[in-house]
């Protein structure tokens, strides 16, 4: 059972597309055809930020790529890209405002310029 169900049912969320996502199917495509900039090729969904608040009525109504889905819709996107092999990163904000980064391996830029600089990244896993 998802824990974020409690949560989910006194604050709004939101979905919208993932700006490192985004940029690498932008500059490389879909095909795997180097068309650029970037040197990786991510075939995983764009539309996979989520934000969870009070706030998250304001990213829909401020930013266009922003979108209501209720809580079912929520899980199967979480269980849907767990099985695709996205790292999903957790960060609650402040005062019950999260966000929910499901991270490329391959095209997130936290995550290479983790890679880059040699930091050692670690997951915690409950």
């Known amino acids: 059972m998802c824990l974020l169900i409690p949560f989910l049912v006194i604050f709004g969320i939101t979905v919208s597309k993932c700006p ?3 940029y690498t199917q932008e500059k490389e495509g879909l095909d795997g055809r ?5 040197e990786f090729t991510c ?5 996979t930020d989520v934000q969870i608040g009070r706030s998250s009525r304001h990213y829909v109504e401020k930013v266009p790529s922003f979108r209501n889905i209720d809580k079912q ?9 767990l099985d695709l092999g996205v790292v999903p990163c957790i960060y609650n904000v402040c005062q019950g405002e999260t966000a929910i980064c499901n991270c490329s391996p391959v095209s997130c830029v936290p995550l290479l310029a983790n890679r880059l600089f040699g930091y050692n990244l670690s997951c915690l896993i409950r």
Not at 34 to 38: H, L, V
Not at 43 to 47: F, I, K, T, Y
Not at 73 to 81: A, F, S, V
């Open 20 to 22: 490192c996502k985004a």
């Open 73 to 81: 819709e929520l899980i199967e996107l979480e269980n849907k890209l």
């Open 34 to 38: 180097r068309k650029g900039e970037t």
């Open 43 to 47: 075939q995983l969904p764009v539309e």
